[in-house]
């Protein structure tokens, strides 16, 4: 069993950056790939990035490639999503998963979430 948490979220201005933390409990977190996803009001999950057991490897959607990046801390239990250059329509709910798979981009194959945090971009 793996307990997410996810920090950080809030209110920014378009072009600022926000660093998301998603923070796990039990000793098994460097087992999983860990995923972030976010949720706007009325549309789907959507896949932003995925980073692999060790942290060697990231994978991201195309709409957040080159503004987004993933890095965790094993030794911490967390797993972080950096978020620069932000717009009006990143706003969302945003979540961290973990998976005992790499590569999944489809929410449905992660094995737990967190609750989620409010990211909020004002134009």
């Known amino acids: 069993q793996v307990q997410l948490i996810e920090s950080g979220g809030g209110l920014v201005q378009a072009g600022g950056s926000l660093r998301l933390s998603c923070t796990a409990s039990?000793?098994?977190?460097?087992?999983?790939?860990m995923g972030w996803f976010r949720q706007a009001p009325g549309k789907e999950r959507e896949f932003l990035g995925v980073?692999?057991?060790?942290?060697?490897?990231?994978y991201y959607a195309d709409s957040v490639k080159g503004r987004f990046s993933i890095s965790r801390d094993n030794a911490k239990n967390t797993v972080y999503l950096q978020m620069n250059s932000l717009k009006p329509e990143d706003t969302a709910v945003y979540y961290c998963a973990a998976n005992s798979h790499w590569r999944r981009i489809t929410a449905t194959t992660y094995d737990y979430w967190g609750q989620g945090t409010q990211v909020t971009v004002s134009s």
């Open positions: 039990g000793r098994t977190f460097s087992s999983y790939a």
């Open positions: 980073i692999s057991w060790s942290g060697t490897n990231t």
